[in-house]
């Protein structure tokens, strides 16, 4: 893990309930209707900060929904939708090269294009395909919960919620995890302290975490075909290869970017590599108090299918990001080490830059510090 420094900023953003805005069903369809792959990122990444805000109404302000890991998810996925990986992709590249047969050594320039186009085609095929679903999910709940003040009211809007949902498994176009995942939030906005309520919520943030990479396993299978490796390999050369390529690329390629303490003034970003262990800008305890010993049936449950260490964020790195258990090993750990950190709640962009997403511009500057 390490900090970035993407320069300087002239005066502190604004909190992040000043920069809230409610996100409709009518929204989520516009935005996933966007041609401009650049334009669309850039308004799902603050639709998904907006929901966030909307949630944190609903379930208090001390833990995260999945909206605050999607924000800043999709914010780092800007950057290869805008083809800003080309430096890194090049390195990549020539390291991946001395390490394969000499005909396929060359690192021409289109080669590298290609694969920084592959890589971002994908990656926004991606993030629209995970918006459509879960921004219409959290654009409902938040509609439907708001103002439910009192016990029966919150049953007639989970009932609502879970009406609009598609039964069946995620691998067969059915949401049975988003289903449970707003069961777990119903949960938490009864529980009786704040040790269960941040439990049933990272239960719902893993459920809503696992249903998200299996509809995401082609587009992150295709961006991470390696652009190099020429159709006409043996076949056993070329399984030998996309291996190689997929572990050189999670370990040196791939990461996560989230908000400093101090993001607000100086736009620095935490660097979470996803082929390191997960772990925090400043020391602490490995996980929060309240996630710290586990007590829920389900979450425990849930851990043991996907954590290959549920209680130690040693182990989390990713080796093959393009394998479904290597990613939520890595996110199970990311999910419950940062529930309770307030700083995912910081925007995403300036007020500024803001009103010109939501106004359906490219903000000034762009790419946005």
């Known amino acids: ?100 047969p000499a005909r396929i050594q060359v690192v021409a320039p289109d080669l590298v294009f290609r694969a920084v186009r592959q890589v971002g085609d ?103 075909v390696p652009v190099q490796v020429s159709p006409f390999t043996p076949p056993p050369l070329r399984r030998r290869l996309v291996r190689l390529w997929r572990a050189m690329a999670t370990a040196h390629l791939m990461d996560v970017r989230m908000p400093a303490p101090d993001f607000q003034q100086t736009r620095r970003l935490i660097v979470q590599r996803l082929g390191a262990d997960v772990g925090r800008a400043a020391p602490a305890g490995i996980f929060p108090p309240d996630l710290a010993h586990l007590s829920n049936i389900e979450l425990k449950a849930l851990l043991y299918d996907i954590d290959r260490t549920p209680n130690a964020v040693l182990g989390s790195a990713a080796d093959d990001w393009a394998e479904l258990g290597n990613r939520m090993n890595f996110v199970a750990d990311l999910f419950r080490v940062w529930q309770q950190t307030e700083d995912l709640f910081q925007p995403p962009f300036s007020r500024d830059q803001a009103e010109a997403i939501r106004a359906g511009s490219l903000p000034a500057p762009t790419p946005p510090l």
Request: neutral net charge; contains cysteine.
């Open 122 to 224: 994908n990656v926004a095929i991606g993030n629209r395909m995970v918006f459509e679903d879960l921004g219409l999910l959290y654009a409902r709940m938040i509609q439907e919960y708001t103002g439910a003040t009192d016990a029966a009211a919150r049953d007639r809007a989970l009932e609502r919620c879970v009406a609009a949902l598609r039964p069946g498994a995620a691998e067969h176009g059915g949401q049975d995890l988003l289903i449970a995942a707003v069961h777990g939030y119903h949960a938490a906005m009864r529980a009786r302290d704040a040790a269960e309520r941040a439990e049933h919520i990272l239960l719902a943030n893993l459920r809503i975490g696992l249903h998200e990479q299996i509809r995401l396993q082609e587009p992150i299978a295709q961006a991470l």
């Open 1 to 100: 893990m390490s900090l970035e420094t993407a320069g300087t900023w002239p005066a502190p953003g604004p909190s992040a309930c000043d920069m809230a805005h409610r996100v409709t069903s009518e929204d989520v369809a516009e935005i996933a209707a966007i041609a401009d792959p650049v334009l669309r990122n850039l308004r799902i990444t603050q639709a998904y900060h907006d929901l966030s805000i909307g949630m944190a109404a609903l379930l208090g302000p001390e833990n995260v929904s999945w909206c605050c890991f999607g924000t800043w998810a999709s914010r780092t996925a800007g950057r290869f939708i805008r083809g800003e990986g080309i430096p890194r992709m090049v390195r990549l590249m020539k390291a991946f090269a001395q390490r394969v």
